[in-house]
C-alpha cells in the first residue's frame, strides 16, 4: 500500500518514540533484572570489577594512544594502533558472537507493527551499542585511546579522528550483526554444522600436517594471508585512516574514512536484507531430526532417555557448535605463540601450564551448562515433575552430559596443541585428566544448587551465552576461583618438590574426594530440586499459578 | 472406587487463594468436565492434582493413592496435557514421543513401536521429523497429548486439550477418548472452554468460580432441562456487570 502520489507513507513521529521506548525499557530490565536487590548487587559487584578494568584499559590504550601521536609514523604509530584496533575488533566479534543476546536485531517479533523494518533493524544495530554491557566497555577503552590521541596533538585534525573512531563503533557493530545473521542461516542446519565443525578441524589438521610440525612453516603461511585482514576491515580501515591521521596528512585519511563509511552501511545493508529474509521466511529450512520413533540413539531403559534427550538438547545448542570451533583454535594459538616462549629452565611443570590451563578452561567454556542446566528447557521442564522420575536421576544425567561435553572439548583442544607444539611427557597428560576429571564433580555439585536456586528461561534459537544472571554469573566466578584455588595447591608443592606426578596424586585425590562429597550431596539437591519445582517452572517455564 | 478424591484443598499464592476448600469425587470410568471461567483456578487445580503444585491446605488422593505420600506411584499411571505443555522443544516430535515414553518406563523397542502409532493417529506422521520448537500450537496440543498417552496411563489430565487444534482433528481426538472412556480403559478429567464440545463428551460436571466449587454432579443432575452453556453462564456471570461498548471503534472509518 502506497500513500497519495507514490510516496512512502510518513511513519508516525509517536510510533517511532513508542519503540525507542520499549528499547529502552526492554534494555533497562534485562540491566536491571527480575530478581531484585540480589540481582542488583551481583550486577554492581560485575560492574564494580569491570569498571575500573575498563577504564584501566582505557588509560593503557591512552598512553599507546598519546606515545603513537607523538610519534606521527614509524613502527611505534603503526603497532600501536593496529594493537588497538585489530585487539578491540577481534575481542568485540568474539564476545559478540559468543555472549550477547540477539534481542533487538529479531525483526520476527517487530514485523507486526506499522514500522519501516529498515529502521526499526538500525535502531537495534545502534542499541547493541548502548544496550550491551560489553559495548560499553569496548568504547571506553576506544574513547581512552581517541583522548589519548587527541591530548597529544590538539589540532582541527582531532574532528576526523572522532569520526575514525565513531566509524570504527559503528562499522564493528554492523559486521557483527551481519555475522551474526550468516552464522545462524549457516549453522541452522545439523549438517552445516558438523560440515563447518569438519571443515575446521580437518583444516588444521591438514595445516599442521603439511608444516610438519615446524612452526616456522605456520607463520610463513599466515603471512602469506595477510590480504585476509581486510576481512575485518571496521580494523583495517580505521588503523589505515589513523595512522595517516597521526602521520600529519588528513587529505590521505579522507579516503579511508569513506570506504570505512560505505563499508558499515554495506554491511549493516546486508544485515537487515538477511534478518528481514530469516523473518519472512518463517519456517522454512527448519532444521530436521529423527522421524521415526525408532531412529536414534539405542541406549536402554529411563537413564538411557534420559541421557540422549541431554545430550542431544546440548549438541543442539548452537553455542556447543560454536565452542566446538573456538576452543581448539585458541588452544592452537597458544600452542604456536605461547608454548615455544616458555624456557625449557622454567621446568616441566611451568611448561605443562597452558596444557592444564585448557583442561580448567573446558568447564569455564561450559559453564552455562551446569550452572543453568534447566534453563533452556522452557515447558519441558514440566516433565521432570510431570513423570515418574526420581530428581537425582535427572541431575545425574545433566551433569553426565555437561561433563562428557566439556571433556570433548578438552580433548579437541589438547589434541591441536599437542599436534602443533607436540606431545607433553606423559605425566602431564595423566595430570590434565585428573585436573579435569577431578574439579569436574566440585564445580558440578556447586553449579547444581545454583541452578537449582537462580535458574533463568534462555533462549533456545539463537547462538547466545547470556542466559547467566548476573546472581548465577557472580556465584559461578566464586565456585570456579575456590575450586581453582583449591586445586592450584597442588601445583606449588610440585613445583617446590619438583616431582610433577604428585600432581597426578593430589588432584586424583581432590577428585575422589570430590566425587565422594557430590554423591552424599546428590539426594538433598534432589530435595532441593523437588521444593523449588515452583519457582524454577515460574522462571523457566512461565508456570504462576 | 474412585480415580481423583480431593477434601478441602486449597492453594494461595502470596496469600490470595486460588483454589479454595476444593473437594470433589470422580468416579473411575468417568469422563469429567471441570469447567469454569479465565482464572477461575481451573489449571491450578489440574496442577495440584498432578503434582506440578503443592497445596497450602487439604488433600488430595489419585487412583486411591495419597498424593503427599507416593507422588512418583501417582504419576506413573496418569497421563497429563498441561497447560502450557510439556515439551523439549530441540527434540523432534518422535523423539520427543519415544524419550516419553522410555521415562515413563516403557522399554525403547515398544516406546518406538507406540510413538510411530501415535504419529499416525495424530496425524503427525508428515512431521514427525521436525523439531518440536517449529510446531504449529495445534501440532504441538496434538503432541502433548500423544505424550500423555503413550504409557497407556489409567487417568489422564487434560488442560484445554481442543485449544488451537482444526475442528477435523478435534473431532478425531474427540472420537478416540470417547472409545477410550467407553472401554473403561481410562479415566479422563478434562477443562475447556468449548462448552459443546464437553457436553458431547463427558458424563460428570464441576464448575468452579474464583477458586470455589460452585456446582458439581452428573451432567445430567448439573444441566437440569437447559443446556451446560445456560448453566454454565448463569452460575459464573451473575456477578458481572453488563460490557461497555468502545464508542470510539470505528471513527477512523467515518473520518476518511
Not at chain 1, 221 to 235: H, S, T
Not at chain 1, 243 to 269: D, E, I, K, N, V
Not at chain 2, 182 to 207: K, Q
Request: glycine fraction near 12%; proline fraction near 5%; charge should be positive.
Amino acid at each position: 500500500m502506497s500513500a497519495p502520489g507514490g510516496r512512502a507513507p510518513r511513519v508516525p513521529v509517536d510510533a517511532l518514540g513508542a519503540f525507542a521506548e520499549l528499547r529502552f525499557r526492554l534494555i533497562w530490565r534485562r540491566l536491571r533484572g527480575r530478581q531484585g536487590i540480589p540481582e542488583l548487587v551481583a550486577r554492581i559487584v560485575l560492574f564494580v570489577v569491570a569498571i575500573p578494568a575498563g577504564l584501566a584499559f582505557a588509560a593503557l590504550a591512552g598512553v599507546g594512544a598519546f606515545s603513537a601521536a607523538r610519534a606521527g609514523h614509524g613502527l611505534q604509530a603503526d603497532v600501536a594502533v593496529a594493537a588497538v584496533f585489530f585487539g578491540v575488533w577481534q575481542t568485540w566479534t568474539a564476545v559478540a558472537l559468543s555472549l550477547s543476546e540477539r534481542e533487538g536485531l529479531d525483526l520476527r517479533r517487530m514485523l507486526v507493527y506499522p514500522l519501516p523494518p529498515a529502521r526499526l533493524f538500525g535502531y537495534g544495530v545502534l542499541s547493541s551499542v548502548v544496550g550491551d554491557p560489553f559495548s560499553v566497555f569496548w568504547c571506553l577503552v576506544l574513547g581512552g585511546a581517541f583522548v589519548g590521541g587527541a591530548l597529544a596533538r590538539p589540532g582541527a585534525w582531532v574532528g576526523l579522528l572522532a569520526l575514525a573512531y565513531a566509524l570504527f563503533v559503528l562499522a564493528t557493530v554492523a559486521l557483527v550483526a551481519l555475522l551474526q545473521e550468516t552464522l545462524a542461516r549457516a549453522l541452522r542446519g545439523r549438517r552445516a554444522r558438523v560440515l563447518a565443525i569438519a571443515t575446521v578441524y580437518l583444516g588444521t589438521a591438514g595445516l599442521v600436517a603439511w608444516a610438519g610440525g615446524r612452526p616456522a612453516a605456520l607463520l610463513q603461511a599466515l603471512r602469506a594471508l595477510r590480504a585476509l585482514r581486510w576481512a575485518a576491515f571496521p580494523a583495517a580501515f580505521a588503523h589505515a585512516a589513523v595512522t595517516s591521521l597521526y602521520g600529519g596528512r588528513p587529505l590521505a585519511a579522507l579516503p579511508w574514512l569513506a570506504a570505512h563509511a560505505a563499508g558499515a552501511a554495506g554491511a549493516g545493508y546486508l544485515a537487515y536484507r538477511l534478518a528481514l529474509a530469516a523473518a519472512l521466511a518463517g519456517d522454512g529450512g527448519a532444521p530436521r531430526a529423527a522421524a521415526s520413533g525408532a531412529a536414534g540413539w539405542r541406549l536402554p531403559g529411563r537413564m538411557g532417555a534420559l541421557l540422549e534427550k541431554e545430550a542431544k538438547y546440548l549438541l543442539r545448542h548452537p553455542l556447543a557448535t560454536l565452542l566446538a570451533l573456538i576452543l581448539p583454535a585458541l588452544a592452537g594459538l597458544v600452542a604456536w605463540r605461547v608454548a615455544p616462549r616458555i624456557p625449557v629452565e622454567a621446568g616441566e611443570v611451568v611448561r605443562a601450564l597452558p596444557l592444564l590451563a585448557f583442561a580448567l578452561y573446558a568447564h569455564v567454556a561450559a559453564q552455562i551448562f551446569w550452572l543453568n542446566a534447566f534453563g533452556w528447557e522452557r515447558g519441558g521442564g514440566r516433565t521432570w515433575f510431570l513423570a515418574p522420575i526420581p530428581a537425582a536421576e535427572v541431575i545425574l544425567a545433566k551433569n553426565a552430559c555437561a561433563y562428557a561435553f566439556s571433556l570433548a572439548l578438552f580433548a579437541a583442544s589438547a589434541g591441536v596443541g599437542i599436534a602443533i607444539a607436540g606431545a607433553p611427557p606423559g605425566w602431564a597428560l595423566v595430570a590434565a585428566v585428573a585436573l579435569h576429571a577431578g574439579i569436574a564433580p566440585w564445580l558440578l555439585g556447586a553449579g547444581n544448587l545454583v541452578s537449582i536456586l537462580n535458574p533463568r528461561a534462555a533462549p533456545l534459537t539463537v547462538q547466545r551465552g547470556g542466559a547467566l544472571s548476573p546472581l548465577s554469573s557472580l556465584a559461578g566466578m566464586a565456585i570456579f576461583s575456590a575450586a581453582a584455588a583449591v586445586f592450584s595447591a597442588p601445583v606449588l608443592l610440585a613445583l617446590r618438590l619438583d616431582r610433577p606426578w604428585v600432581l597426578v596424586g593430589l588432584w586424583a585425590a581432590l577428585g575422589l574426594a570430590g566425587a565422594a562429597g557430590y554423591l552424599v550431596l546428590l539426594p538433598r539437591t534432589a530435595r532441593l530440586l523437588e521444593r523449588h519445582r515452583e519457582a524454577l517452572l515460574e522462571a523457566v517455564a512461565g508456570d504462576e499459578e | 472406587m474412585l480415580a481423583i478424591e480431593t477434601e478441602a484443598l486449597t492453594r494461595r499464592f502470596d496469600g490470595r487463594p486460588a483454589v479454595e476448600a476444593l473437594s470433589i469425587e470422580v468416579p473411575v470410568g468417568a469422563f469429567y468436565g471441570f469447567l469454569g471461567p479465565n482464572g477461575a483456578g481451573k489449571s491450578t487445580t489440574i496442577k495440584l492434582l498432578t503434582g506440578l503444585l503443592a497445596p497450602s491446605a487439604g488433600r488430595a488422593a489419585v487412583l486411591g493413592i495419597d498424593l503427599a505420600r507416593d507422588a512418583l506411584a501417582v504419576k506413573r499411571r496418569i497421563g497429563v496435557v498441561p497447560d502450557g505443555l510439556a515439551l523439549f522443544e530441540r527434540l523432534s516430535g518422535a523423539e520427543q514421543l519415544r524419550i516419553h515414553g522410555q521415562l515413563y518406563g516403557l522399554e525403547r523397542r515398544v516406546a518406538a513401536r507406540r510413538a510411530d502409532e501415535l504419529l499416525a493417529a495424530l496425524e503427525l506422521e508428515r512431521d514427525a521429523g521436525k523439531l518440536v520448537g517449529e510446531y504449529s500450537h495445534g501440532m504441538k496440543k496434538k503432541l502433548a497429548l500423544g505424550c500423555a498417552l503413550i504409557h497407556g496411563p489409567e487417568l489422564l489430565f487434560l488442560d484445554e486439550p481442543f485449544e488451537g487444534i482444526d475442528a477435523v482433528a478435534v473431532s478425531g481426538i474427540r472420537r478416540m477418548l470417547q472409545d477410550l472412556v467407553a472401554r473403561g480403559a481410562m479415566t479422563i478429567f478434562l477443562t475447556s472452554h468449548v462448552l459443546e464440545v464437553v457436553e458431547r463428551l463427558v458424563t460428570h460436571v464441576g464448575i468452579i468460580r474464583a477458586g470455589r466449587l460452585a456446582a458439581h454432579g452428573t451432567l445430567d443432575a448439573v444441566r437440569g432441562a437447559g443446556t451446560l452453556e445456560e448453566v454454565f453462564i448463569r452460575t459464573v456471570a451473575e456477578d458481572r456487570g453488563a460490557v461497555r461498548p468502545l464508542s470510539w471503534l470505528g471513527e477512523a472509518r467515518g473520518s476518511r
